[in-house]
């Protein structure tokens, strides 16, 4: 007796992976989502903070300024993932491995592992996580390497050595030419680094039961990114609490669709 063939997203929504209303509501959209427009890059020299006073409006100006490049880059995510998806479930393998190979998985990455590290970070744990490790925009590493997610690098001459750095050790804190490339290069940071796997793991959860990723949640999963641990953790979700108001993604999808930036 011959039995149907299941295609691929059949399988992922059988083995739990993906979810019928998942590929109802999103798919279609997603797969006529058109390549996001280059944003123009910015650097620190860009955000002016020297004539404000209060530090609400400190606070309104450093998140205007990042929020629509987090926005963009998470676009040009959103549309990879659609892609991922499109690709699984024609077997394209041109696809497959075009992001297998620009998200370090190897070729026999299942695509469990392929939708976990290709997916969006919430708007509101990247600019908590921005204005911590960058004193809102004004530490060294961001004035002198547009830096603002503390990121290292390992080549000796790549970036700027830590004042502090312990002797024995060999990091430097990264330079990018531009913000624009300080996010993206931090997106990449939290979607293939082993230390944050238990991120990916819970956004992959809440993409499992059909909900929005909570950033409040997967900041759990960020307690490698500082030596301070769970305390680090705690930081950064009382920063996204105490600042809900001004880092809603609504907020900077507007500033997008104006053209104003």
């Known amino acids: 007796m011959n039995r149907p063939r299941l295609n691929l997203l059949t399988t992922l929504i059988m083995a739990g992976i993906l979810t019928t209303g998942v590929v109802v509501a999103l798919l279609p959209s997603l797969l006529t989502r058109q390549a996001p427009s280059r944003l123009a890059h910015v650097t620190i020299e860009d955000l ?33 993932r659609a892609r991922l998806i499109q690709a699984l479930e024609t077997g394209d393998e041109n696809v497959l491995k075009q992001l297998r190979d620009e998200y370090g998985l190897p070729a026999e990455a299942s695509a ?4 976990k590290r290709i997916d969006v970070v919430p708007l509101e ?28 690098c390992f080549t000796p001459g ?35 680094h082993r230390a944050y796997r238990k991120l990916r793991t819970l956004r992959a959860q809440a993409r499992q039961r059909n909900e929005q990723p909570d950033p409040l949640v997967l900041a759990q999963g960020l307690s490698a990114y500082s030596e301070r641990g769970e305390e680090y953790v705690a930081e950064v979700q009382s920063m996204i609490r105490s600042n809900r108001e001004l880092i809603t993604p609504e907020r900077y999808r507007e500033t997008l669709a104006s053209g104003n930036i």
Not at 57 to 76: A, C, H, Q, T, Y
Not at 167 to 172: D, F, L, V
């Open 48 to 80: 002016d903070l020297s004539s404000l006073d209060s530090v609400q409006e400190k606070k309104r100006r450093f998140f205007s300024f990042l929020g629509p490049i987090v926005v963009k880059e998470n676009d040009r995510i959103r549309a990879q």
């Open 125 to 152: 744990l990247v600019l908590a996580q921005a204005a911590n490790e960058s004193m809102w925009g004004t530490s060294r590493f961001a004035k002198e390497g547009n830096n603002l997610f503390g990121q290292w």
């Open 112 to 115: 469990e592992q392929l939708l």
């Open 158 to 192: 790549c970036g700027m050595v830590p004042q502090q750095r312990e002797a024995g050790r060999s990091h430097e804190v990264a330079v990018f030419d531009s913000i624009n490339a300080a996010v993206a290069a931090y997106l990449k940071n939290i979607n293939t």
